[in-house]
Structures are given as C-alpha cells and as structure tokens.
C-alpha cells in the first residue's frame, strides 16, 4: 500500500506540472461539447434544387414556392429543360432536380392524375436521401390539398386512409443536441482515458525511467495500480465537467440517478485505461502508441452507436461492436441521461465493462515484463 | 563446477554467463567472481557487451545459459530479491526530470521501503553531502549533467544496496566533477557497498580494486591494474586496453 502512496504521488505532480494536460482537461470538454452538437446535426438543410419546368403554369408556381417556403430547399436553377438541369448536377450546382412535365395544370385538374419525375445526386447519400422524402412529403401535401379543393367530396373517402400519428418519447422535439450530448460525453471520457493512459508508460520508456523502476523490487501491479488511479480520477473529473456544461449549455440534467451513472462510466474508464496500458506495454516509442491508440479510437467511436445506430449494421459489424467497449457506455449514458434508466437496466452494461476492465488490465499486467 | 548456495563473502559469481540474441553472441560465457565491498572495473570497448552483461546482472534481461548469484540470488529464479539488493544506474540518466530532487530522493527512497524517518533524514543527509541546498526544490530538469549524474548515484545507494551497478557515470562530464563522483564512490565503498562499474577513462580503472576487459563478448583478462600493467608489460591501463582490444572484431553494437 505504501508503494502505491508514492506512485501516486509521483503521478499527480507529473500530471499537474504538465500545462498541456492541465488545459485539456478544461478545453477539451468545453470545445467538444460545445461544437459537436451544433455541428453534428442530422436535419439536412439549404438541399439545392433544380427544377425543369416544362409547363410553367399557376399550379408550378405554388408548388416551386411551397418548395422553398419549407426551409429545407434552395433553388438555384429554374430551367426549361432537363437537360440544362442535369448539367448543374454535373457541376455539383444541384443536390436535386425536379421535373414537371408540360400540361402539368391541365391534366392534374382534368385527369386527376399526374406525374413528376425526381432525378436525385446520390454522390452525398444522407443529403440525397433525405433530400428526396422531404420532397415527396412536400408534393404529397401539396396533392392532398388540391384533391380537397378540387374533387367534390364524396360520403366516404373511396380510398382508405390511415392516419398516422408519432410521439417521440424521451427527446420530445426529437433535439439532436440531446441525442448527441450523452454520447459525446462517453466519447469525451474515451479519448482521454485511452490516450493518455496509452502515452504514459511509453514515455516511460523514450526517457529511460521505466528502467530505473525495473530494477526496483517494485511489484507489477502496484505499478499499473499507481498509473490507473490517478488517470480514473482525472477522467471522473472531466465526465464532471462535460455534465455541467451540458446542464449549463443544453440544460440536459440526468434523468436517472447520478450514482448509476457514474458507477458507468467509472467501470468503463476502468476498460479503456487498463486498454491504453496495454497498448503502451507493446509499444516503444509515443508514435507507435499514438498510432495504435487512434486506429482503435475511430473504429470505438464510428462503430460505437454514436453517429450510426448500432442497430442500422449488418450482423457481422453487430458482432464487432459487442467487442467495443464504448458501445456500451454510449448506450448506457443515453439511457440513464435521457431516459432515466435505473441500475437494473444498465446492469448488463456493468457487467460487461467489468469483464473489460478485469481482462484488459490483466492482460496489461501480464504483458508488462520488468526482465525481457 | 557447482555454484555454492550462498557465498556471503562474494557479491557476484557468474560462471559461463551468456547472452545471444539469434545467431549474436552478445555476452559469450563469462566466469568472474566479486568480493564483497570491492570497487570492481568492468571495461571493454563499445559494443563488447559491457551492458548486456550488467543488465543480466540487475535482473533486467534473463540469460541465455550459464550461472550467476547477485547478493546470494540466483538470476534466473530470485530477479525481484536481487532487485531490492542492489542499486543501479544507468548509461542514460534516469530519474524524473519533472520532479524535483527532493521528490525524486522520496519517491525512489519510498519504493525501496525506506520509512518516513529514513526519507527525511536521508533526504537531508545526501543533500548536504552534494552541497546542493539551494536545488532541492528545483525540477532535476534544470540542473547541470555532473550534478544530475551525483544525484543519480546518491539515490541509487539510497537503500545502502548490498552492490550498486554503474553504466558509464561519468561519461560527457568534466574531470572536476569526476572527481567528485569518484570520492563518493569511495564513500560507499567504504560503507561496505560493493561497487560494479563501467568505463572509458583509464585513469578511472586506476581507482579500482581490480579490473576486468571484455573484448567482443568475452573477459579477456581479469586483474588488479598493477598486475596487468606488469604482464602487458604496459606503462600505463591506456597501454594494457589497447592491447586487448585492437584485436577486436566488433566495434558498436
């Protein structure tokens, strides 16, 4: 025990002397929390249209400014060919093209049917596809309001209709920033926990220090004890940080208790230290461990459920993310922040960092060799 | 020949000790005894495996085959029993430039065990013997080398090891200061510390006890500098070292 009084010891003052990670610890959560919710939204806006019309009537009209009365849409081309209209696509002018056939107002009020035709680029696949419903559901309203006007209303509808109505539980505006903010604060807790926990001992080892401690009757354990404590308590401080700007920008306060939610993420930093330790004991220099660290970062944070739900992926990347620790945490916050979810809920997710933490640090203790 | 348990009056007994790494024999059996609180010189020309061989020694590499006792332990078997007898310093400077010299006395003093008593009185003790009251609570950082490499000798006798193993201590410092580092070597040789040491300045293999020249893996001779010189029929340890090892095949490694 007194052995692990000193490593810390030395830890701390080594952190703290350091001004680089004395400043992250504030900026990082700051920035991050502040730019990626704002940034990172899935409402796609200013899709740019291009519309070929061919029948340039009152009803065109309506439509093209019902269009661009959404918010959604830009109109950069108005033409009279579709020809014309695909060359802006080619020039990456427009997102979308919208054809309208010639006797467009003669046939929708005369033949109570009429076709227009969607030309989508695809190059950017989130912009087109939603491009493309958004559009739809504008003409479908637009259809359903000139059917009122024009048809004469029968006793029954002849087409039978269901209405649909949604409620979006939890994230009542369905608020992107609220969706985004639990999980970037998993993501917050990820890269400080594993980057700096992958550097340390690797230092250790350009400077030579590891050496002197080597040949210490040091016991291996209390080593890695002595890294993990003092890298556990400065990512608990920075999950501290990042909820009460969240409380203070976004006005997001955890739903679920505080101590479920901590008990998480305090398990979780346990696994991605004891993962950052390991990489360092395979590693001799900071870029070999830099390297390593961010090839596993990304595949962590694009295949943890934080920008694409795990559940939209193919079955074998679904296996893979069983193995990503993030995953859990990023799913557990969600639930206790937003939905309120209670230690029985995220239980599952405990027990599953615990076999992380126990295996990665093991492994880290296993693989630390002070004789080679 | 059988390696006796425990030899109290000998600090290091190897016998056929190697080191290869693949086809490279880097240490190629070496037998060498050391008394107890005997300053013991061990040269060679760059690359002739000095260091391999010290880090077979400390317990920081595990031989290849052969016997060795450090203290009374056997290398293979008691590496962490060895590690608390004795002390080391290395070629590269190793203590925490990012803490003070008071804070790196305490840390390391703290690992071995030393109670607070101890650290205080030590602490006080070792820096008044390197006369440096005014750095105490200055980063390590910021000092000069000669002091850093003092400083770095000091703590590693700071448990009173039973051996304390030195890689080159006074390479790139100047002879003022070498001779400083010198008088406290013998101060802990005096305190019954037995002293294991690397070097490249013959006029320092003259301060030892006995010496020992490694030349391309191997202990080639092995004497009290008199009794060398006279058998080299060499006026001075420069003489005796060119001798041996401009026969060398290797020359870095």
């Known amino acids: 025990m007194r052995t692990i009084k000193f490593l810390l010891q030395k830890e701390f003052r080594q952190i703290l002397r350091n001004k680089t990670i004395r400043g992250m610890i504030f900026i990082m959560p700051v920035i991050q929390l502040i730019i990626i919710p704002l940034a990172a939204d899935y409402e796609v806006k200013n899709i740019n249209i291009s519309v070929a019309d061919h029948d340039h009537s009152s009803y065109t009209q309506k439509l093209i400014s019902r269009i661009t009365a959404s918010g959604y849409f830009r109109l950069t081309g108005y033409t009279a060919s579709f020809k014309e209209a695909f060359q802006q696509i080619e020039q990456d002018e427009a997102d979308l093209i919208l054809e309208i056939p010639a006797g467009f107002e003669k046939d929708l009020i005369r033949g109570n049917e009429q076709k227009l035709f969607i030309a989508i680029n695809a190059i950017n696949g989130v912009k087109a596809s939603l491009g493309g419903a958004y559009l739809s559901t504008i003409i479908r309203n637009y259809n359903d309001e000139i059917r009122v006007a024009l048809i004469q209303p029968s006793r029954y509808n002849n087409v039978p209709t269901i209405e649909i109505a949604s409620a979006n539980w939890f994230n009542p505006e369905m608020n992107y920033h609220v969706f985004m903010v639990p999980g970037i604060l998993a993501i917050l807790v990820t890269m400080v926990g594993g980057f700096l926990s992958a550097l340390n001992i690797v230092k250790e080892k350009e400077s030579g220090t590891i050496e002197q401690i080597n040949v210490t009757p040091i016991r291996k354990h209390h080593f890695i004890i002595g890294k993990l404590i003092p890298f556990w308590i400065l990512g608990n401080l920075i999950f501290t940080i990042g909820l009460v700007i969240a409380w203070l920008i976004y006005g997001i306060i955890p739903q679920g208790n505080l101590a479920v939610l901590y008990t998480c993420t305090s398990v979780y930093l346990l696994a991605i230290l004891g993962f950052g330790l390991l990489i360092s004991t395979f590693c001799d220099t900071q870029q070999q461990a830099m390297l390593i660290m961010f090839f596993f970062m990304m595949i962590f944070i694009l295949m943890g459920g934080l920008y694409t739900t795990i559940d939209s992926m193919p079955a074998w990347a679904k296996v893979v993310s069983q193995f990503n620790p993030a995953s859990y945490l990023i799913e557990a916050a969600r639930m206790v922040i937003l939905k309120g979810s209670r230690l029985r809920d995220v239980l599952p997710h405990i027990i599953k960092l615990s076999m992380f933490a126990i295996a990665l640090n093991g492994w880290a203790i296993y693989n630390y060799k002070k004789t080679s | ?253």
Request: charged share 25%.
């Open chain 2, 1 to 253: 020949m059988k390696i006796q348990t425990v030899d109290r009056e000998l600090s290091i007994k190897t016998e056929k000790l190697s080191k290869r790494f693949g086809q490279f024999t880097a240490v190629n059996e070496i037998t060498f005894d050391v008394h107890k609180g005997e300053i013991f010189g061990f040269l060679g020309a760059n690359g002739a495996g000095k260091t391999t061989a010290m880090r077979m020694l400390c317990g920081l590499s595990t031989p290849t085959s052969g016997k060795a006792q450090i203290a009374g332990f056997d290398v293979y078997k008691h590496t962490e029993d060895i590690k608390r007898n004795i002390g080391y310093m290395s070629q590269k400077f190793s203590l925490y430039e990012d803490l003070t010299v008071l804070e790196n006395i305490r840390f390391f003093g703290g690992i071995y065990g030393l109670s607070n008593q101890q650290l205080k009185t030590k602490s006080e003790q070792l820096i008044t013997q390197l006369g440096i009251q005014q750095e105490a609570k200055k980063l390590v950082s910021s000092l000069p080398l000669g002091w850093k490499q003092k400083l770095s000798f000091s703590v590693a006798v700071l448990h009173e090891p039973e051996i304390v193993f030195l890689d080159e201590p006074t390479g790139g410092v100047d002879p003022v200061t070498r001779r400083q580092f010198w008088n406290l070597i013998y101060e802990a040789s005096d305190r019954g510390i037995t002293i294991f040491v690397t070097t490249h300045y013959m006029d320092e293999a003259e301060y030892c006890n006995r010496i020992s020249i490694m030349v391309d893996g191997k202990i080639e001779a092995l004497d009290t500098p008199a009794n060398l010189k006279q058998r080299f029929n060499a006026s001075s340890m420069d003489d005796v070292f060119y001798q041996l090892a401009r026969g060398a095949q290797r020359t870095e490694g």
